[in-house]
């Protein structure tokens, strides 16, 4: 008797250590299999294109060849067909863009617009105005690479993306130039080539500014361009012909597209020389793009349709499995720090309004979520809302009405769809009022800056005021 339950005592702690050790098994294959990206000496670089565009590539449909560095490229990146911004102007989606944050979270709306109604007087040199700063609250995305033992670099040729508004936070070196081409960020940057190379695993950020108005006319490109769209600059005739909906310059759109192309050369010539293509994880994105007539306005920072929401976004890492691949779901700006920071191994933070792409890239299909995007101009009672979910978006427009448009047959949102379908619009105007109304908002910090005469002129060159 005392034999069979020795027997059976025996048996039962082989049951045991038999299933204790599956568990093991199963709880390492587990851990393994979802533990995070970390790739400690791993490069990350990160280029911002000013005013850039999606539909002005080759890559994205555009029928003129502005980039064939960025188009080869593409062909072997992860290429996200349907990704857009929170606002269509540079400091709140550049701020999106560092935080995760939305606009009305991160609430850093406004750069150099302060000063549109200051006047410098004949006595004076200068005038200071309080600009919008980035927070404390939150760890911006050089903070957190720079956490996981990354040096941190980042160059700014934009005059709104600059150290007072907080932009240079977590950098150990940051460069601020204004409107100075790609030629010379491309010099600053080779300049500091060795230091960057020999820091380690580094971080590096560039802020190109190329296509932003006032569009320089960038040789040979231009001339090849014009050609091909018929367009003689000595026929008066052509403005009139090529401009059905307002007086827009035909050059203008094909000076834009060479300094596209101009910009493009010089990312190449900086991929090469830094050896992008090896042991670097590459994105490249914009913070807004450019209209040209297509809704009656032209520039930025004045609607929320597709033409300035839309922006290119692709990610490179040859020897990370991204191959070329496209992506059809909805992405946002704000994606792209939940993505470095789990690639970094720092994790997600609960602050983050974005997602991780990576799993995406992997070939996970993400549950469709709400994007949303906004404008608000106090001071002109303009107020405008936008909400994007699987193929539908709606644009709100206080004082001026509401738009809903299928961007699955309707990309260039030429039909509103508000009448047909008015509880849908209603809906995704409810979905942005309860985000913004529910959110995490953070404290706005402001910065003093000096605004001299010739700052002010070479503001308004850019049309900032």
Same mark, same amino acid.
């Given at each position: ?19 204790? @050790? $599956?568990?093991? &098994? ?17 490069? &990350? ?8 565009? *999606?539909? %002005? $590539? +080759? ?18 990146? @992860?290429?996200?067909?349907? *990704? ?18 939305? +606009? ?13 109604? *200051? ?94 108005? +006032? ?10 361009? @014009? ?22 310059? +035909? ?26 293509? %090896? ?5 490249? &994105? ?8 297509? %809704? ?39 994606? &792209? ?66 738009? $809903? ?56 060159? $850019?049309?900032?005021?």
């Amino acid at each position: 008797m005392l034999k069979k339950i020795s027997c059976k005592l025996f048996l039962a702690r082989l049951i045991f250590i038999f299933c204790l @050790a $599956l568990f093991s &098994i199963a709880s390492a294959l587990y851990l393994m299999k979802n533990r995070r990206a970390v790739s400690p000496g791993v490069n &990350i670089v990160l280029i911002c294109i000013d005013t850039l565009r *999606a539909d %002005h $590539l +080759p890559f994205y449909g555009y029928d003129l060849n502005t980039a064939p560095f960025l188009t080869e490229l593409a062909s072997k990146s @992860a290429v996200f067909d349907k *990704a857009y911004t929170v606002w269509s102007a540079t400091t709140p989606s550049v701020a999106s863009l560092f935080t995760s944050l939305y +606009p009305f979270q991160h609430g850093v709306f406004r750069g150099f617009s302060f000063f549109k109604r *200051a006047e410098i007087k004949a006595d004076e040199k200068s005038v200071t105005r309080q600009v919008d700063a980035l927070s404390g609250s939150y760890k911006t995305l050089a903070e957190v690479l720079k956490e996981q033992g990354y040096k941190t670099y980042g160059i700014s040729d934009n005059v709104n993306v600059n150290k007072e508004m907080g932009f240079a936070r977590g950098f150990d070196e940051f460069v601020f130039r204004s409107y100075d081409s790609a030629s010379t960020i491309s010099e600053i940057l080779i300049d500091l080539k060795k230091e960057i190379v020999q820091a380690g695993k580094y971080f590096l950020y560039i802020h190109f500014m190329d296509p932003h108005a +006032p569009y320089y006319k960038r040789m040979p490109w231009f001339s090849e361009f @014009a050609r091909k769209r018929e367009l003689d600059e000595n026929d008066s005739n052509q403005v009139a012909k090529y401009s059905p909906g307002g007086p827009w310059d +035909p050059f203008k759109a094909v000076a834009y597209d060479s300094e596209i192309r101009y910009l493009d050369e010089w990312i190449g010539n900086l991929f090469e020389t830094f050896q992008w293509d %090896h042991n670097t994880l590459f994105i490249l &994105i914009a913070d807004h793009g450019e209209e040209f007539w297509e %809704h009656g306005r032209t520039d930025h920072n004045k609607t929320l349709y597709n033409e300035v929401l839309h922006i290119p976004m692709m990610v490179y890492y040859s020897e990370g499995g991204i191959s070329g691949k496209r992506i059809s779901q909805n992405v946002s700006i704000i994606d &792209i720090l939940p993505t470095l920071a789990n690639f970094s191994g720092s994790g997600k933070d609960k602050k983050y309004e974005g997602i991780d792409l990576l799993p995406m890239i992997k070939g996970k299909t993400e549950k469709a979520r709400k994007l949303f995007a906004v404008l608000n101009f106090k001071p002109k009672n303009r107020y405008l809302k936008s909400t994007i979910y699987k193929e539908w978006k709606y644009i709100s427009t206080w004082g001026e009405g509401e738009e $809903l448009f299928n961007l699955e047959t309707d990309f260039g949102e030429k039909e509103n769809l508000t009448g047909k379908y008015p509880q849908r619009a209603a809906q995704m105007l409810e979905w942005y009022d309860d985000n913004e109304k529910n959110c995490e908002k953070y404290l706005t910090e402001s910065s003093e800056y000096e605004m001299t005469k010739s700052k002010m002129e070479h503001l308004k060159s $850019l049309g900032y005021l």
